[in-house]
Every structure is written in structure tokens, then in C-alpha cells.
């Protein structure tokens, strides 16, 4: 005890500016649980309670957020739920200081890593919805932080596949990941089996348990799905998502679809039609006309076979239309999209908004008074409320800024790479060469591909969507943090 008392102060001299941050990070929090209790709702958030309560795979979303639900349900409070979210949010600053720090990463871009994570006010925001983005920005945060490790061993890779299962079957845009992360150990463990008589073996050492850890779970999970509504999958959702995502540009005159598929048709142009997700969940909607639930595998089937035919015979349209998705997280504003009411609940609202509309949310409703014990009213409280409403107006990070944060790596390196071009002597220039393509600047290659994934899935399976640019920006953080690495020295 003696020696923490001595070392306490050093070491908070040392970390001060990250302990600021954290520390108004943690205010900001506090003051938006006592401006808006107990939570924030957000459409999906009925159907995620509906699952916690009544556990069942569900046809849009995996049920991982529900279970992390159900682990708090016990104390019926959504007022602790969201405070758990926000020390995960708060963890998650912790990991991406660490990670820099003990990755050769200098001290301040360290704390500026952590800045838009711990002070952006749209990221509290999202905290505060009864949401999975926050666990699962944490889940994918800490699996890049634990593939940074170094060395990796078979047990630290089955961790990694765990916590990437998790990820998965929380949102299942973490599905790709895994095949990601596959090949940063395949390289790692290829690398680490230079010279050595057996690669084959070293190899496999790493990415065995890794892959059994990550799928397994994965493949529980679709068996758990196959018994319940005999479908394959995760959730019977995708050809339904795909289907609307090509409704913004597809065009039946040079499609020519068959007859069963034309009734899908929607003969506006494509300047006049609607966001993609009014094609799922407007009850004039094409396929929400049809017979039955949206969801059946009849109509995701029929879905999935109408976009198919869409990108096949519109290729460049379709490229075109997910780069314009794309190109949504880079703008410098803020423009409403994809419509008002969605718009609207990413912002921290100045009344109590209305009760739900939608059937499924208010059936969700009546669980989500079960699980809280009593009334879900929304009680906004001032002037905590009011603060945090100013302090949205000025304190976000554009989407132009994140995109600076992407392209700083590989200028980074390339930066780094003429500089050892130009001065080395040939010699040693060929031996640099050699190895610079490895791991000297994959410190920074492992977040930055994790970034770019979780950006480009979404504009091409379904539409952008501001919460599913949030879990990028702690990686995007990560990579131009580590990629800043030693470049004053080398240049």
C-alpha cells in the first residue's frame, strides 16, 4: 500500500492528459444519465427486449445484444443497462490509450486517439439507446487491441476468436472480421515460422484455435436458427436488405425480370423513389404488400433472387450507388438522412418522444415494462438535459475528419518508405525493402482493414446509417495513432 502511495503520483503526472479526458468523458456521461432517465429508445430497441425476455433467434437481428440484456435483467433497471454501455464506451478510450502506448505509439497521439471516442457527443448519445452498437464497438475495439499483442500464442488466439464471435453475433457485419483476422494470424504465424522446419506447424498453432473459438459459437448459433425456423443463417433477413439496397437504382425496363419477380418492380425512377429502408418497413412498400410477414424465406428468397438480377444486369449502378452510400461518411455536415424520424434519434431529444407506432414495438413495449418492473416514460430532467443538447451542437466528429484519419496511415507509411528509400545505402536498402512489408507497419494494418470493413459492408448490403459509422472511429483512431510511430525519427 505504501508503495502505491509513492508510485500514484508519478504515474498520474505521467497519464494526466488521458486522466482529463477520461475524466470529462466520465462527466459527460454522468450528466446525460441524469438528463435523460432511464434510456433512450430507438426502434429496434423493442425487438431486442422482446428476445432478452422471450429467447428466440429473431429474422432481422442475432440475438447477442439480447442476452447481454438478459444478463442484466434481474435488476430490472434500462437506467443500468446504458450505464454499463457507457463504461464500455469508457473502456474503450482505455484500450485504444494502452494499445498505443504499448505499441511504441507516442504519448499524445495516444490521448488524441481517445478524444472522439471519450468526447464525441453523438458516441454518448448512442450509448445512452438501448442499442448493440455500443457492446459491439467494444467487442470489435478489443479484438484489434488483443491481435496487437505481442506474441500471439494458441491461447490468446482462441480469446481472439471468442471475442470476435461475440462481435458476430451481435451484429453480423463482425462475420467478414473473421476471415480478416484469419489471415493477420496466417501472417503473423508465417512470419514467426521463417527459417523454422516446420511453418506448417507454426502456422496452424495460431489460427486452429482461433478459428474453432470463433466458429463454434458462430455455428451454434445457426443450428439454434435451423431448429427454429428450419432456414439457414444467422437471421433470414439478407436477401429482404439486399433487395432494398438495389431499389435505389434498379431499373425492371433492363432487368426484365420474370413474372413472380416483377411484382417487386416499382416503376418511380430512381430520383424519386424513397430511402432503401422504406422498401422493408412501409406498409406500401412492394414486398411488404405481399402475403405474410416481410420475412418469411418465401419473400427473402424471392428478395434475394430480384437483387441478384438487379447487380448482375446493372453492375456500374449498383458500384455507383454503394460508393455514394460510402461517400455519406466523409461529408463534412451532417445532412439529415435517410430520413427525419431515424435522424431524430440520434439526437438527444428536447421532449418525450412519442410511444411507438409500429405493432412489433408496441408487443416490445409491454415486455420492456416487464423487464423495467414498472413504466418506460422517458423523464427528461434539466438543465442536464439542455447541457448535453448545446453540447451535441458543437462537439461531434466530422465525417470529413474520419476520412483524414484513413488516409493518414498509408501516407504515413509511404512517407516513411521514400524516406528509407533515399537514405540507406544500397545494401541496406535492400534489406529494408524486404522487410517492409511486414509487421513494422502492420501495428497500424489490423485496425485500419478492421475500419474499412465495417464501413464498406453496410452501403452494400443495405444503406448508410450514422450509428454504423461510430464503431469506426475508435479504429480509425487506433491505426493513424500507431501509424505516426517513430515518422519524426525516420524522416
Given at each position: 500500500?505504501?508503495?502505491?502511495?509513492?508510485?500514484?503520483?508519478?504515474?498520474?503526472?505521467?497519464?494526466?492528459?488521458?486522466?482529463?479526458?477520461?475524466?470529462?468523458?466520465?462527466?459527460?456521461?454522468?450528466?446525460?444519465?441524469?438528463?435523460?432517465?432511464?434510456?433512450?429508445?430507438?426502434?429496434?430497441?423493442?425487438?431486442?427486449?422482446?428476445?432478452?425476455?422471450?429467447?428466440?433467434?429473431?429474422?432481422?437481428?442475432?440475438?447477442?445484444?439480447?442476452?447481454?440484456?438478459?444478463?442484466?435483467?434481474?435488476?430490472?433497471?434500462?437506467?443500468?443497462?446504458?450505464?454499463?454501455?457507457?463504461?464500455?464506451?469508457?473502456?474503450?478510450?482505455?484500450?485504444?490509450?494502452?494499445?498505443?502506448?504499448?505499441?511504441?505509439?507516442?504519448?499524445?497521439?495516444?490521448?488524441?486517439?481517445?478524444?472522439?471516442?471519450?468526447l464525441d457527443a453523438y458516441q454518448i448519445e448512442l450509448e445512452h439507446l438501448l442499442v448493440s452498437d455500443s457492446l459491439f464497438t467494444f467487442l470489435v475495439v478489443g479484438a484489434v487491441c488483443l491481435a496487437m499483442r505481442r506474441p500471439q500464442t494458441p491461447r490468446s488466439g482462441a480469446a481472439l476468436g471468442l471475442v470476435l464471435a461475440a462481435a458476430t453475433l451481435t451484429r453480423t457485419v463482425g462475420l467478414p472480421l473473421i476471415a480478416v483476422f484469419a489471415l493477420v494470424l496466417l501472417a503473423y504465424g508465417v512470419r514467426g515460422a521463417s527459417g523454422a522446419g516446420r511453418p506448417?506447424?507454426?502456422?496452424?498453432?495460431?489460427?486452429?484455435?482461433?478459428?474453432?473459438?470463433?466458429?463454434?459459437?458462430?455455428?451454434?448459433?445457426?443450428?439454434?436458427?435451423?431448429?427454429?425456423?428450419?432456414?439457414?443463417?444467422?437471421?433470414?433477413?439478407?436477401?429482404?436488405?439486399?433487395?432494398?439496397?438495389?431499389?435505389?437504382?434498379?431499373?425492371?425496363?433492363?432487368?426484365?425480370?420474370?413474372?413472380?419477380?416483377?411484382?417487386?418492380?416499382?416503376?418511380?425512377?430512381?430520383?424519386?423513389?424513397?430511402?432503401?429502408?422504406?422498401?422493408?418497413?412501409?406498409?406500401?412498400?412492394?414486398?411488404?404488400?405481399?402475403?405474410g410477414i416481410t420475412f418469411t424465406k418465401e419473400t427473402d428468397t424471392l428478395a434475394g433472387r430480384f437483387a441478384s438480377l438487379a447487380i448482375r444486369s446493372q453492375p456500374l449502378d449498383y458500384l455507383r450507388g454503394t460508393l455514394t452510400?460510402?461517400?455519406?461518411?466523409f461529408t463534412l455536415g451532417r445532412p439529415v438522412y435517410p430520413d427525419a424520424e431515424t435522424y431524430g434519434y440520434y439526437e438527444f431529444p428536447e421532449t418525450v418522444p412519442p410511444p411507438p407506432g409500429r405493432n412489433p414495438a408496441v408487443v416490445g413495449k409491454e415486455f420492456?415494462?416487464?423487464?423495467?418492473?414498472?413504466?418506460?416514460?422517458?423523464?427528461?430532467?434539466?438543465?442536464?438535459?439542455?447541457?448535453?443538447?448545446?453540447?451535441?451542437?458543437?462537439?461531434?466528429?466530422?465525417?470529413?475528419?474520419?476520412?483524414?484519419?484513413l488516409l493518414a496511415p498509408p501516407a504515413a507509411w509511404l512517407v516513411r518508405a521514400r524516406s528509407a528509400r533515399t537514405r540507406r545505402p544500397p545494401a541496406r536498402r535492400a534489406r529494408s525493402n524486404r522487410g517492409s512489408s511486414n509487421w513494422a507497419h502492420s501495428n497500424w494494418g489490423i485496425a485500419w482493414a478492421t475500419a474499412w470493413a465495417l464501413l464498406l459492408v453496410p452501403p452494400a448490403t443495405a444503406q448508410f446509417d450514422y450509428r454504423y459509422v461510430l464503431p469506426v472511429v475508435p479504429l480509425a483512431c487506433l491505426a493513424a495513432a500507431l501509424s505516426v510511430r517513430g515518422l519524426r525519427r525516420r524522416t
Open positions: 500500500m505504501a508503495w502505491a502511495r509513492a508510485e500514484l503520483p508519478g504515474w498520474a503526472r505521467r497519464h494526466r492528459w488521458f486522466l482529463v479526458v477520461f475524466g470529462l468523458g466520465a462527466l459527460l456521461r454522468l450528466v446525460t444519465a441524469l438528463g435523460y432517465r432511464p434510456a433512450l429508445w430507438f426502434p429496434d430497441s423493442y425487438t431486442y427486449v422482446v428476445t432478452a425476455m422471450r429467447p428466440r433467434p429473431d429474422l432481422v437481428r442475432p440475438a447477442g445484444y439480447s442476452m447481454f440484456l438478459r444478463l442484466l435483467e434481474a435488476f430490472h433497471s434500462f437506467a443500468l443497462v446504458v450505464t454499463v454501455q457507457h463504461v464500455l464506451g469508457l473502456l474503450v478510450g482505455v484500450m485504444l490509450y494502452v494499445t498505443v502506448l504499448r505499441r511504441g505509439g507516442p504519448s499524445w497521439a495516444a490521448v488524441l486517439a481517445c478524444v472522439p471516442v471519450l506448417g506447424r507454426a502456422v496452424a498453432r495460431l489460427t486452429v484455435p482461433f478459428l474453432v473459438a470463433a466458429l463454434l459459437p458462430v455455428a451454434g448459433y445457426a443450428g439454434w436458427f435451423y431448429a427454429t425456423y428450419q432456414r439457414v443463417g444467422l437471421v433470414g433477413s439478407n436477401g429482404v436488405f439486399l433487395y432494398a439496397r438495389t431499389m435505389a437504382f434498379a431499373d425492371c425496363s433492363v432487368m426484365k425480370p420474370p413474372a413472380d419477380l416483377a411484382v417487386l418492380c416499382d416503376s418511380r425512377p430512381p430520383a424519386s423513389r424513397p430511402a432503401s429502408q422504406e422498401y422493408i418497413w412501409n406498409p406500401e412498400a412492394p414486398l411488404v404488400r405481399l402475403p452510400e460510402l461517400g455519406r461518411s420492456a415494462q416487464r423487464y423495467e418492473g414498472g413504466p418506460i416514460t422517458l423523464r427528461i430532467s434539466e438543465p442536464f438535459a439542455g447541457l448535453m443538447r448545446a453540447y451535441q451542437d458543437v462537439a461531434r466528429l466530422p465525417g470529413t475528419a474520419l476520412l483524414v484519419l
